[in-house]
């Protein structure tokens, strides 16, 4: 709270919540208006709850793993507009969304529209695509091909 006030936030407007049950946690997600991720270490199941619940967070891609979670997270919920490349950008993002309450419902709006369709929340496209990558990886082991790399593409089919 004194960083906050030293830096002309009213320190009054941070809250520090309790542990809850993981519903109440989800639940009281929708109640914030901006989730700002944090280096070197992104949110990474937080960051799911918050996408599903529809609120927005703006991240920037570390150098590490860890610190990319979100940014994966974001592009599979397809809004990339949340992916800021630097620190700089990450601050004029959150400032902007922060100042412009149309702007920030308008992608609450499209969070909320891309759950039902994201590749983030397919589970079923998810598991087809997996199950296509087992049984590519084990058709190469019967056929005494060492390991390589392919993809799934969108179809659900496997390429190299």
Not at 133 to 159: C, K, V, W
């Amino acid at each position: 709270r004194h960083e906050a006030e030293s830096r002309g936030v009213s320190g009054e407007r941070l809250i520090f919540a309790p542990r809850v049950s993981p519903a109440e946690h989800i639940a009281r997600q929708r109640l914030a208006d901006l989730f700002l991720d944090t280096l070197p270490y992104n949110a990474h199941t937080t960051a799911s709850d918050a996408i599903w619940v529809g609120l927005p967070i703006v991240t920037t891609p570390g150098t590490t793993f860890a610190s990319r979670v979100a940014t994966s997270l974001l592009q599979a919920a397809d809004v990339p507009e949340l992916i800021a490349p630097s620190l700089e950008e990450y601050s004029a993002l959150a400032l902007k969304l922060a100042r412009d309450p149309g702007a920030l419902s308008a992608i609450r709006e499209k969070l909320e529209r891309n759950r039902g369709t994201c590749a983030l929340f397919d589970t079923a496209r998810i598991t087809r695509h997996l199950e296509t990558a087992y049984i590519r990886m084990h058709e190469r082991h019967l056929a005494g091909e060492p390991p390589a790399g392919f993809t799934i593409d969108g179809d659900g089919s496997a390429a190299q």
